[in-house]
């Protein structure tokens, strides 16, 4: 028997029939909602139609007819509320949607380093906030502490957070596009010279590498180290896999794709950093992966190395600034030619002519630099120190133990 109004105020708990499927659901607590039972080939489904203080018998009945119609059509009306509710994901979700959406266009792993500035300096201030509420002044926030420590990589940041709300704009998630022009302002200047990493005076370098080599060995230490050793790009350390290397030649060789120039480097390593690496290699989680990663699949930070400076009371100093005291030491403490020590460093000869010309990667005379850099780095500062009244010299050639 179809239900009255006087039956829907009255009804006790339990599933009152209307006709058609059409029914009143009462509960204990008092509650009323009205569903719809349909099936649809061979599939039962309940929908429902909202409660019975707000939508009367009437109105239940006219939408059960209109959901009925709709379902004849084709229309599934559980999609079509699920796209109607759309879910704002907070910033954090947003960002990694963002980055799986873009990283295919990216021609190298070294892009990596656009998630991993986010995870560490954005998603631990904003990352939980729904991605509609950020705004200019939630930018300042997370810029603010990094602002003038670390310039260029702050600067990197505000761009992907833009590039992140521009995408969640487009998602549909913000309902118009957030511009993020004032943010500067309410930022000091940066007043840092641009082009030029500030870097450790090179006579600093050796006692720095003393206090890593003595504490306990971690991966982001054994990074620095690497690094500074091989006077190389930090990611270039970061990404680096284990078939690169030939630790019994004790050579490791970047491929075009992972360096600046696009250009297959080849690194003559020294004795120290080829003991660094076998020893990792005991440690190692995959014969391929990752030289300095805990699981062999996901590189350290970018921060990673520079935050051991920070904790160290090293203010300033960058780790690509390493690359410049190799230069300085190279050019005030031997005689090795400035295209040898170049040449160590992946540097382009910047007269195409000469470079069309010479053909040479100094292999062999790099061999004995950077067995006479590592050297240096080793000695005590004492032993630095009588060291450095000595005329400088070119080194013999420097044999790798196997």
């Known amino acids: 028997m179809a239900?009255?109004?006087l039956k829907v105020k009255n009804a006790k708990p339990g599933r009152h029939v209307d006709g058609r499927g059409l029914c009143l659901l009462v509960k204990d607590s008092g509650a009323r909602t009205w569903v719809l039972r349909m099936q649809k080939d061979g599939r039962r489904r309940d929908y429902g139609l909202g409660s019975a203080f707000d939508v009367s018998l009437s109105e239940a009945r006219e939408a059960a007819t209109a959901?009925?119609?709709?379902?004849r059509e084709g229309v599934d009306p559980v999609a079509e509320r699920r796209r109607a509710r759309k879910v704002v994901p907070n910033f954090e979700a947003a960002a990694r949607d963002c980055y799986e959406a873009l990283k295919e266009g990216w021609k190298n792993k070294r892009h990596a380093n656009w998630i991993s500035s986010l995870e560490n300096h954005v998603f631990p201030v904003i990352g939980k906030r729904l991605v509609d509420q950020v705004d200019s002044v939630a930018v300042v926030e997370v810029l603010s502490p990094i602002w003038l420590e670390i310039?260029?990589?702050?600067?990197?940041?505000?761009?992907?957070v833009g590039a992140v709300l521009d995408y969640a704009h487009i998602k549909g998630w913000l309902p118009g596009e957030v511009s993020l022009r004032s943010v500067r302002k309410g930022l000091p200047r940066q007043t840092g010279k641009t082009g030029?990493?500030?870097?450790?005076?090179?006579?600093?370098?050796?006692?720095?590498?003393?206090?890593?080599?003595?504490a306990s060995p971690t991966t982001g230490r054994d990074a620095l180290r690497f690094t500074i050793y091989n006077a190389v790009r930090s990611n270039e350390t970061r990404f680096a896999v284990w078939t690169e290397f030939d630790l019994d030649?004790?050579?490791?060789?970047?491929?075009?794709?992972?360096?600046?120039?696009?250009?297959?480097?080849?690194?003559?390593?020294s004795a120290p950093t080829v003991a660094l690496l076998r020893r990792r290699w005991n440690e190692r989680a995959s014969d391929t992966g990752l030289v300095f990663s805990k699981d062999g699949e996901k590189p350290i930070s970018d921060m990673t190395m520079t935050k051991l400076l920070r904790d160290d009371g090293i203010k300033g100093v960058t780790v690509h600034g390493f690359r410049s005291a190799f230069t300085d030491w190279a050019a005030e403490r031997t005689r090795f030619p400035k295209e040898v020590a170049d040449k160590a460093l992946a540097h382009k000869l910047p007269n195409q002519v000469e470079a069309a010309y010479r053909r040479t990667d100094f292999f062999e005379k790099r061999r004995s630099l950077m067995a006479r850099w590592a050297e240096f780095l080793d000695k005590a500062p004492a032993q630095e120190s009588k060291d450095a009244a000595r005329p400088a010299s070119e080194p013999t050639a420097f044999r790798v133990a196997a």
């Open 67 to 71: 959901l009925r119609r709709k379902v």
């Open 249 to 269: 030649k004790a050579i490791w060789t970047i491929p075009g794709e992972r360096m600046k120039a696009r250009e297959t480097h080849v690194v003559p390593l």
């Open 151 to 160: 310039p260029e990589t702050a600067r990197r940041i505000l761009q992907r």
């Open 3 to 5: 239900l009255t109004t």
């Open 196 to 214: 030029h990493l500030e870097a450790m005076s090179f006579a600093d370098v050796p006692e720095l590498m003393q206090k890593l080599a003595a």
